[in-house]
């Protein structure tokens, strides 16, 4: 395995994406010789899956709601609204 090797395959990934870790990685080689000549194929695989959300080290922030209010959670490094909400009736 990577990590027996010392690869943080994490680490050794960490610019494709921040809401994407590495799951596993496989590499697998074949090599023929005949009298004919020399054969070599390899494949590499690396899998991934993603994360619910990034981690922010930034601290919460209250939010007191003590009347109705419209929300929206927005992908900003994408810049797509994910979900738009009305909440109009508190317990």
């Known amino acids: 395995s990577f ?8 680490k050794s990934f960490s610019g494709i994406h921040s809401i994407i870790e590495i799951d596993r ?7 023929k010789n005949n ?6 194929s390899s494949v590499n695989v690396i899998s991934g899956v993603p994360l619910s959300a990034p981690i922010y080290d ?5 939010f007191i709601v003590d ?3 419209v929300f929206e ?3 900003r490094e994408i810049g ?3 979900h738009i909400g009305l909440v109009n009736k508190l317990p």
């Open 25 to 31: 990685a496989f590499y697998s080689s074949i090599v």
């Open 3 to 10: 990590e027996k090797l010392g690869v943080d395959l994490n």
């Open 80 to 82: 797509v609204d994910i």
């Open 35 to 40: 009298v004919v000549g020399t054969e070599a």
């Open 73 to 75: 959670i927005h992908d």
């Open 67 to 69: 009347h109705a209010f």
């Open 58 to 62: 930034t601290p919460p922030i209250n």
